[in-house]
């Protein structure tokens, strides 16, 4: 099961049905890939980035907004 975690030929052999959109499946993981490394490189990983709307939104709602 990890191997599907790699590239999109795991879900592809899963449902063969999504085999005319590899290209574009590969396409939207790369990309994927590319946000969560940069995400994970520049704010301290995808954990931490997601609490920041906690505390911006707790801010905002405390200020009286």
């Known amino acids: 099961m990890v ?3 790699t590239d999109v030929t795991g879900i592809v052999k899963l449902d063969p049905y999504l085999e005319p ?3 574009a499946l590969q396409s939207r993981y790369s990309k994927a890939q ?3 490394k940069t995400i ?3 704010e ?3 954990e931490k ?3 920041v709307r906690r505390t911006v939104v707790a801010r ?3 200020l009286g907004g």
Do not use: E, H
């Open 40 to 42: 994970d490189d520049n």
């Open 44 to 46: 301290g990983g995808i």
């Open 60 to 62: 905002v709602g405390g």
């Open 21 to 23: 959109f590899t290209g």
């Open 49 to 51: 980035f997601s609490r």
């Open 3 to 5: 191997s599907m975690l």
């Open 34 to 36: 590319q946000w969560i």
